[in-house]
């Protein structure tokens, strides 16, 4: 049904026109279903890029910027790629259904955005022709709608449109002729007035309900000349996606020139290179001729001289994740070829990852942790210039998270922790106001691509001394991680965690939460001042085993902010003018060296031991670690039975967690519930910071 080859189409002779062009995207396209059926039929992709691409980028440059896309099934796959437009120098709006309205509904429905004259384009059609021919004769006929016509070969499976000497409609026959006729191409220009032949809120169809009313009032048509395809059927999607990639390829005997004409012709910044029998031979990108003109400045060489002559190809039929995987920051296209080395088709991973990626919803758990000695001495004012040493294990308690990519710049946080939703409009504009501070410094450092929506909360409330700041910006990170091609390692994304919270805002405090979460596990952390390391504990399960039924959290009552016992903490350890401090900080280093290895050795009493002395030297680190409460209720604890225990975090609130023989727990427990205090199993964890993408 092409009415001329792609790469020429028809020129605009017009220059720019001054309309804006709606372009019905919303229909669910079940023609197209067995073919492509992950994202909605106008980004069923194309010679790389989503079909609906080149209709856009062929009204910018015949002059046409302002674009309203009707939308509806899967409208979140279409806004999200396109967003407003401004990257492609075009303005872009959505009218949204929530129900199918058909083709009239649809544009009735977008009637607010439109202002004079305006053009409508089917989308599931590629109309690679002059608008400004079908608008001159449109204001010429001083028409209120006027219809794009193509000339085919065999009207039958379409249906004919008639009109006089004039251009004016006659009638419509619906598939009901045969031979050559002219058919309705999807293309159509209309007054305002059009509206009101359109009732509100109804399903109707432009072809069967508005265009047959019209015949008697004068409805005209014109010709259009150029490149025309209705890719809603499996063939036509099959044939377009022949004519695109035949559009990009080029003779082995092109010149230079010849390949800069190509790209300018196509807009797609790659031309292919083929022998006579259409084999591919190399690919050569705009940016390899802009850097061989500026060394030879000769465009008449061959193009053999300039392309990548061994490209990375893929067979036609590879699944996608596996082309998925062949991309990299150096290779950015994937030509696909069959057996014989004859170019099918092509994969651009700009465009066609995206488009296919915006039908994810991203998610994030990122684990809390129990820090069992250590803490302090992995502050970098202390292990600068004493070394530090931290033993941990992250837990079954998570902080969790859903991030889904918006059409726009904007980031929009909803904390439900916080019960607090807030807007920023561009990551390069965020303002720390003490409201989720942490999480938008991490956003900020990450420098998204994108606009989203970022859902977060945590199995334990805020300040608990588990280390759930660290774990929740272990959760944002992580998701935006996600979205990028160059993905950062676990020990970049802890670096980004600690340089969010203690550079970007300022909180004082340590190392070991940022790796602990995202790393998962058992750790014993080395802190030095050239390196961080990480040293994962390989414990017999029955060890591990005997550990958790030993162990068990009594929650205190009230959460705190660390902030203030930390920098009195930092404080003293820069001027190391209190001996009692540092000499506290030098003992709890030796006590995790020998918790570390009790726990290889399953020497549980040794262990618990140890557990109550780190917590005895840790108190004398700041008066603000423990009150009389939290000194109350860890004396019950160790009165029933427990051997020690530790105030989890900096101090000041949060959980206590008590290692206590386990035929004493039950009694340690009942007593701590009759003074009012929360008892939490827990369980180990041992995956850390985990991503996963789910279709939506």
């Given at each position: 049904m092409a009415a001329k080859s792609i790469g020429k189409g028809a020129g605009n002779h017009h220059g720019g026109i001054t309309m804006k062009a709606f372009i019905l995207a919303g229909g669910l396209g079940t023609r197209l279903r067995e073919v492509v059926a992950d994202v909605p039929k106008p980004m069923a992709p194309v010679g790389g890029k989503p079909f609906l691409d080149y209709q856009i980028r062929w009204l910018k440059k015949s002059g046409i910027n302002d674009i309203v896309l009707c939308v509806g099934h899967m409208k979140e796959v279409i806004k999200t790629y396109f967003g407003d437009g401004k990257h492609l120098g075009m303005s872009i709006v959505y009218s949204e259904e929530e129900d199918l309205l058909g083709t009239a509904g649809a544009i009735k429905l977008a009637e607010r955005f439109a202002d004079g004259t305006f053009l409508v384009l089917n989308g599931d059609t590629y109309a690679k022709v002059d608008f400004g021919k079908i608008l001159a004769?449109?204001?010429?006929?001083?028409?209120?709608?006027?219809?794009?016509?193509?000339?085919?070969k065999d009207v039958s499976a379409s249906g004919e449109v008639r009109t006089d000497a004039k251009g004016r409609v006659t009638s419509f026959c619906e598939k009901s002729g045969q031979g050559t006729g002219f058919i309705n191409a999807g293309v159509y220009v209309f007054e305002p007035g059009i509206f009101d032949r359109i009732k509100p809120g109804m399903k109707l169809s432009l072809e069967k309900d508005i265009f047959p009313e019209l015949v008697d009032e004068g409805l005209f048509a014109q010709v259009m000349d150029g490149y025309f395809i209705d890719m809603g059927l499996p063939d036509s999607y099959k044939q377009l996606q022949r004519d695109i990639v035949e559009s990009m390829s080029i003779p082995e005997g092109a010149t230079v020139k010849d390949a800069m004409i190509n790209i300018n012709t196509t807009t797609l910044g790659i031309a292919l290179v083929v022998d006579k029998g259409k084999r591919l031979l190399g690919l050569v990108t705009d940016g390899d001729i802009r850097r061989f003109i500026i060394q030879e400045e000769d465009v008449h060489q061959p193009i053999t001289k300039v392309m990548i002559k061994k490209p990375v190809t893929a067979l036609v039929g590879t699944p996608f994740e596996e082309i998925r995987r062949l991309i990299n920051p150096r290779i950015q296209h994937i030509p696909l070829i069959d057996e014989k080395g004859v170019l099918r088709d092509i994969v651009m991973s700009q465009d066609l990852i995206a488009a296919r990626d915006e039908s994810l919803t991203i998610r994030a758990k990122s684990p809390l942790r129990i820090s069992f000695t250590g803490g302090g001495t992995d502050i970098s004012q202390y292990f600068k210039r004493n070394g530090g040493y931290v033993l941990s294990s992250s837990i079954n308690k998570y902080c969790r998270g859903t991030l889904k990519k918006r059409a726009d710049r904007k980031i929009v946080i909803h904390s439900f922790d916080f019960g607090i939703t807030e807007t920023i409009e561009d990551y390069s504009r965020i303002e720390f106001n003490g409201t989720l501070d942490l999480i938008k410094a991490v956003i900020k450092i990450m420098e998204p691509s994108s606009g989203f929506d970022i859902y977060l909360e945590s199995d334990v409330p805020p300040g608990t001394g588990l280390g759930?700041?660290?774990?929740?910006?272990?959760?944002?990170?992580?998701?935006?991680?996600?979205?990028?091609?160059?993905?950062?390692?676990?020990?970049?994304?802890?670096?980004?965690?600690?340089?969010?919270?203690?550079?970007?805002?300022?909180?004082?405090?340590?190392?070991?939460?940022?790796?602990?979460?995202?790393?998962g596990g058992f750790n014993f952390m080395e802190f030095t001042n050239k390196d961080i390391i990480l040293h994962p504990l390989r414990i017999h399960e029955d060890i591990l085993n005997e550990l958790r039924s030993h162990l068990f959290l009594c929650y205190t009552g009230k959460t705190r902010d660390s902030g203030e016992i930390q920098d009195r903490l930092v404080k003293k350890q820069k001027e190391r003018k209190d001996n009692t401090v540092m000499m506290a900080l030098a003992r709890l280093k030796e006590i995790t060296l020998e918790s570390k290895k009790a726990l290889l050795r399953g020497n549980m009493e040794e262990f618990g031991k140890l557990l109550h002395e780190g917590w005895e030297n840790k108190k004398r680190c700041d008066e603000g670690i423990a009150d009389s409460y939290i000194n109350y209720l860890y004396d019950?604890?160790?009165?029933?039975?427990?051997?020690?225990?530790?105030?989890?975090?900096?101090?000041?609130?949060?959980?206590?967690?008590?290692?206590?023989?386990?035929?004493?727990?039950?009694?340690?427990?009942?007593?701590?519930?009759k003074a009012d205090a929360e008892v939490m199993d827990f369980d180990f964890d041992d995956k850390g910071l985990i991503t996963w993408a789910a279709r939506r």
């Open positions: 004769a449109h204001k010429a006929n001083k028409s209120l709608a006027t219809i794009g016509l193509v000339k085919v759930s700041s660290a774990s929740i910006a272990s959760v944002v990170a992580g998701l935006l991680n996600h979205t990028k091609e160059d993905k950062m390692d676990d020990y970049q994304i802890a670096e980004i965690i600690y340089k969010a919270e203690r550079e970007e805002i300022g909180i004082s405090g340590g190392w070991q939460d940022q790796y602990a979460t995202v790393f019950i604890g160790i009165k029933n039975g427990a051997i020690g225990g530790k105030l989890l975090g900096a101090g000041g609130g949060g959980y206590l967690l008590f290692f206590c023989p386990p035929l004493k727990k039950m009694a340690t427990i009942e007593a701590l519930k």
